[in-house]
């Protein structure tokens, strides 16, 4: 069990998802970590221990980005550490995502895309997807294409939240046996593991 929110709207989006977290907190609380797209990069930050060590490391940052993800994890595959901490991100940090859930044949596709060149930073299962959403979108640089391809893939549960860096106002959103909600706003939409996030 973890927990995810997105948020895309006009307003700066670091406060909004480290308060979400810290309302999802009890979905998980071994790490946590968040993806904003800035200034035509993603910016990753994530850290071991509750949400407060996340607001504490992105304090003193002018983070001005209006669309990210943030994650509250419970380790399943990977012991709770820094790099195990989600976002996850492909090997040029252009495309995060978030997860909730297991892929239960991560394994074998670690080896293909091991097989493929892609050096790994972490031990969790969730990395795979990363890498696979970015082996689909170089194909057709389409990332909704690219994340439904990936999904084609996976076995096992999950709850995902995706941004890639060419679509800096979106975040593109999965769901399998595992909780997600949308929530459509004015001018601003969110996901979220759970209602408390966004209320
Ligand atoms: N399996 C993922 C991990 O271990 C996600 C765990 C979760 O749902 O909290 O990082």
């Given at each position: 069990m973890c927990g995810i929110i997105g948020f895309t709207g006009n307003e700066p989006a670091k406060d909004i998802i480290i308060g979400g977290l810290e309302r999802l907190e009890y979905r998980g609380y071994d790490s946590a970590g968040l993806a904003l797209l800035s200034n035509d990069q993603i910016q990753v930050r994530k850290r071991t221990g509750?949400?407060?060590e996340l607001r504490k490391?992105?304090?003193a940052e002018k983070m001005p980005a209006t669309c990210g993800i943030g994650h509250?994890?419970?380790a399943t595959h990977g012991e709770p550490s820094d790099i195990n901490a989600h976002p996850h991100t492909n090997?040029?940090?252009t495309i995060a995502i978030v997860h909730n859930g297991i892929i239960e044949n991560y394994a074998k596709i670690k080896n293909w895309l091991q097989s493929q060149g892609v050096v790994f930073k972490s031990q969790t299962d969730t990395e795979v997807v990363a890498h696979l959403i970015n082996y689909y979108y170089e194909q057709k640089k389409d990332i909704f294409y690219a994340v439904l391809q990936a999904l084609k893939k996976l076995e096992?549960?999950?709850a995902l939240?995706?941004?890639?860096k060419d679509f800096p106002d979106r975040v593109i959103a999965a769901r399998k046996d595992c909780p997600l909600i949308v929530g459509v706003g004015n001018g601003e939409n969110f996901?979220?593991?759970d209602v408390p996030a966004i209320l």
């Open positions: 509750k949400v407060e490391l992105c304090e509250t994890r419970w090997v040029s940090g096992g549960s999950y939240g995706v941004v890639c996901i979220a593991s």
